[in-house]
């Protein structure tokens, strides 16, 4: 998965495609939907939520019951179901609760493309557990590589810094009311996942999945020169976890290494070396873009025509069967065997020692 920033920049860029070569046509009924909720901030906050689609669940470290693991179980499959059930709440609801889980599900389904595009590419660049080494943080260049991308990528697309972006800000603020957006939710993971429906206290696991994830959105927010060299500090004395740096946005001009591969070194799916590719970041997110257009496309037919089969054929097919770990297996995930990690251990400890001397 991209970190955070990347899943809000996709939706955000979707909502904005309105017209043009791969844009919505915001005359057609079903599409005009886009062009609602770009200008209503309540569904575009609520569609950057949906955009961190399962990952919000894997944030739930703190309060119990948790949600992690439907986190995890989405990640391996029940999409497709799970947006079936969303566009059908979505058709019977009233309008405002309708808007919601319709901005929330074309965030959630920006998620799915690019985190499969995206993903054989990270584990290919980063390494994992183990390989290709045993040194202890190599588990942490994963998430330390999504962060590096997310920064480096907004300042190329937009000119800007981590804290200039403000990504909690962009999230629904804490007094609005989700309360009907995660029963749709609850309902959905009921009829996607087998082990939902027996889990008496998912409602409140999915609530508190969200209330960790906002937690752990803003104490990672807008990161200063200060926080790194206080995060630092701490970590010499050992109030802090020694990873701490592979959760934080670093800043762009710091990160010294090609994560977003401008440079085109050929790299292959982790699981299948005989699958190359010299895309750059860019590229992978124009595909994930691309993909996410078609598949919101026939997301807002589904809600349009619930009555029909036909809609709801096309809209399984376009989101498709395929894991968001690897993106070319359905459950299991296939086996990673091949890597070639861009030299992200050094950049990691450069970073670090730069906030002890500065
Ligand atoms: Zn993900």
Not at 21 to 35: C, L, Q, R, V
Not at 81 to 89: H, V
Not at 133 to 159: K, Y
Request: aromatic share 8%; charged share 25%.
């Amino acid at each position: 998965m991209p970190s955070h920033i990347s899943h809000a920049l996709l939706v955000e860029d979707l909502l904005g495609a309105a017209g043009g070569e791969i844009g919505f046509d915001t005359k057609n009924p079903p599409e005009s939907t886009i062009a609602h909720i770009t200008a209503d901030p309540r569904a575009r906050s609520i569609a950057v939520l949906g955009a961190q689609g399962p990952d919000l669940f894997l944030h739930n470290h703190r309060r119990k019951p948790r949600g992690f693991r439907y986190g995890a179980l989405l990640h391996r499959h029940g999409n497709a179901d799970l947006l079936e059930s969303l566009a059908l709440s979505a058709a019977r609801e009233d309008p405002e609760t309708a808007r919601a889980t319709i901005a929330y599900s074309i965030g959630y389904i920006t998620h799915i493309h690019l985190d499969r595009v995206c993903h054989p590419y990270i584990n290919w660049s980063a390494g994992w557990r183990g390989t290709p080494d045993r040194d202890m943080d190599r588990p942490a260049m994963h998430p330390f590589l999504e962060r590096c991308i997310d920064s480096v990528f907004l300042m190329h697309a937009r000119g800007q810094d981590v804290p200039d972006f403000d990504f909690y800000g962009r999230l629904p603020e804490r007094g609005v009311d989700l309360f009907a957006l995660r029963r749709n939710i609850v309902a959905a993971l009921q009829t996607a996942l087998r082990s939902a429906p027996d889990d008496s206290r998912i409602e409140r696991r999915i609530a508190n999945a969200f209330a960790d994830a906002y937690g752990f959105y803003r104490n990672t927010n807008a990161p200063t020169d200060d926080y790194f060299r206080e995060a630092r500090a701490r970590e010499r004395r050992g109030t802090v976890h020694h990873r701490w740096l592979s959760l934080v946005h670093p800043p762009s001009e710091l990160v010294s290494v090609d994560v977003l591969n401008l440079d085109r070194r050929t790299w292959a799916h982790p699981c299948d070396e005989s699958r190359q590719s010299d895309w750059s970041f860019l590229e992978l997110y124009r595909e994930a873009l691309t993909r996410s257009i078609a598949t919101v496309r026939l997301f807002l037919a589904r809600v349009h025509e619930p009555e029909l089969p036909a809609s709801g054929e096309a809209l399984a097919a376009s989101v498709g069967p395929w894991n968001l770990n690897d993106g070319i297996t359905q459950d299991p995930p296939c086996r990673r065997t091949y890597c070639d990690p861009l030299p992200l251990l050094e950049l990691y400890h450069e970073i670090k020692s730069f906030y002890d001397h500065s």
